[in-house]
């Protein structure tokens, strides 16, 4: 069974998360050849002020 989390900046739509939950699980299935329901995909949105690069806060 896939399980996919993406971890990004908030601010995505519910429609956006949709849609890319959508083409990645077909991806999966046509790709990885697994079932539909055994798709899973986790997303986690965090402020800027939760992630730093290089040493430096991003919010």
């Known amino acids: 069974m896939p399980?996919?989390?993406?971890?990004?900046?908030?601010?995505?739509?519910?429609?956006q998360k949709r849609e890319i939950a959508e083409k990645?699980?077909?991806?999966?299935?046509?790709v990885g050849k697994t079932?539909?329901?055994?798709?899973w995909i986790r997303f986690v949105d965090s402020s800027k002020g939760d992630w730093a690069m290089?040493?430096?806060?991003?919010?």
């Open 3 to 15: 399980i996919v989390t993406i971890e990004w900046y908030e601010g995505r739509s519910p429609e």
């Open 54 to 59: 290089g040493g430096e806060l991003q919010g």
């Open 35 to 39: 079932e539909r329901e055994h798709v």
């Open 24 to 30: 990645l699980t077909d991806l999966l299935v046509e």
